[in-house]
């Protein structure tokens, strides 16, 4: 997908996206067991802002081909240079049963919290516009092969558009922050979904194209 935006915008992409983080942080005490949990968005934010690049550094060794090649991208990255950041968590979020908010607004253990937090930590260090997407569809398949919809699945921290209203409302907070809605934009739901998923949760080909038509017309909006 981030070749797929570089090829259609003529833009220089970097991209941190490895599979498995989430926005929130998982473990509580602040030590992150998951290689994942260290590309957690609420981690990559405050390394950013550190510039402190130890911790993902030190997985080099250990750390599987997708995340080698994100330590070698996030070390090269000028934040102050950054036209855009594109925010894209809440699937494995939603799956992980991770609140979508909490009563405390900068809350890093939900997702909203960690969002408006990582949010903050950005803005400080980059003016680049922040396009922040909502969760994407799922559906969800369990051990007996039944098939739920996302829209009415909960696993204890809200079904998938609490995630996308969470997310809504950080975004309606900041200046220079933009929401989209792919969600609603994509127009993927339990009747077609199998046409654009290919685990009722990842993208296809087709799916990552209807993805990058949504953020292409923010973006080509954007520079009006």
Known sequence: LPDMLAGAGGYTVFNVAVGGSA????????????????????HLTKIAITQDYQSVVALETEANGEMI????????????????????YGLNDYTLGIPASGEDALDETTYSGALRAGIQRLQEISDA??????????AHSDEAGI????YEKDFGGGTIDAYRDAAAQVASEFENVIFMDALAEME?????????????????????????????????KEQE
């Open 188 to 220: 993927i739901d339990f009747t077609n979904y199998e046409t654009y998923l290919l685990d009722s949760m990842h993208f296809n080909r087709a799916g990552r194209e209807k993805y990058l038509e949504c953020l292409m017309t923010v973006l080509e």
């Open 69 to 88: 090649g994100r330590i070698a991208c996030i070390t090269d990255i000028d934040w102050s240079k950054m036209d855009y950041i594109v925010i894209s």
């Open 23 to 42: 926005a929130a942080r998982i473990n509580t005490v602040g030590n992150p067991e998951r290689g994942e949990d260290l590309f957690g968005f609420h």
């Open 129 to 138: 516009t922040i396009i922040l997407s909502s969760i994407t569809y799922t």
């Open 147 to 150: 098939v739920y919809d996302g």
